[in-house]
T-cell receptor, first 109, second 114 residues
Framework: GQNIDQPTEMTATEGAIVQINCTYQ??????LFWYQQHAGEAPTFLSY??LDGLEEKGRFSSFLSRSKGYSYLLLKELQMKDSASYLC??????????WGAGTKLIIKP | IAGITQAPTSQILAAGRRMTLRCTQD?????MYWYRQDLGLGLRLIHY???????GKGEVPDGYSVSRANTDDFPLTLASAVPSQTSVYFC?????????????FGEGSRLTVL
């Protein structure tokens, strides 16, 4: 079956750096997405990786290793507003998105 | 700038009743999707439409139906609601067909079936 694994919850301190991991096993691969979802709100797009390597976008970076079935989202200079769930999703061979359950990130002062 | 509008925002429904969740987008996107989100589970695709006039089944289509009469509207109907359909429902769209691009989500419809 197809599977996306990410930690259920993580805690970090304001101003610090946190890395959220995602491992996947899917039938085919057409890219990996990261979305942010604040409580009670809709998911919003953060990043898309289809080739191996690191994509940097301001305080957020996303890394992909296709051979390892692994990605991470790196958040730097954490702010209280970064408290949210972070969803990992993989586009499979049929271009259907397979979603992880999300990682709830708690930022403490 | 509306993007995607869902209605209702929240609804409590008796089991056995029929319910239609509305979704309208003003971005002229080709593809539209309906997901349900339950605690501890990832977003699960119910139905999708790659273009007006076509629909397809997702991972959990049973008990749900959709139509795509035009580009903008993609309603989701529960013919006879059951308690297991209690969930938050998200409508989404993307410019192209297939999941190679960013999805734009509506604000969600919280449905409780008693």
């Amino acid at each position: 079956g197809q599977n996306i694994d990410q930690p259920t919850e993580m805690t970090a301190t304001e101003g610090a750096i946190v890395q959220i991991n995602c491992t996947y096993q899917t039938s085919g691969f057409n890219g990996l997405f990261w979305y942010q979802q604040h409580a009670g709100e809709a998911p919003t797009f953060l990043s898309y990786n289809v080739l191996d390597g690191l994509e940097e976008k301001g305080r957020f970076s996303s890394f992909l290793s296709r051979s390892k079935g692994y990605s991470y989202l790196l958040l730097k200079e954490l702010q209280m507003k970064d408290s949210a769930s972070y969803l990992c999703a993989v586009s499979d061979s049929n271009y259907q998105l397979i979603w992880g359950a999300g990682t709830k990130l708690i930022i403490k002062p | 700038i509306a993007g995607i509008t869902q209605a209702p925002t929240s609804q409590i429904l008796a089991a056995g009743r029929r319910m239609t969740l509305r979704c309208t987008q003003d971005m002229r996107h080709n593809a539209m999707y309906w997901y349900r989100q339950d605690l501890g589970l990832g977003l699960r695709l119910i139905h999708y439409s790659n273009t007006a006039g076509t629909t397809g089944k997702g991972e959990v289509p049973d008990g749900y139906s959709v139509s795509r009469a035009n580009t903008d509207d993609f309603p989701l109907t529960l013919a006879s609601a059951v308690p297991s359909q209690t969930s938050v429902y998200f409508c989404a769209s993307s410019p192209g067909t297939g999941s190679t691009g960013e999805l734009f989500f509506g604000e969600g419809s919280r449905l409780t079936v008693l």
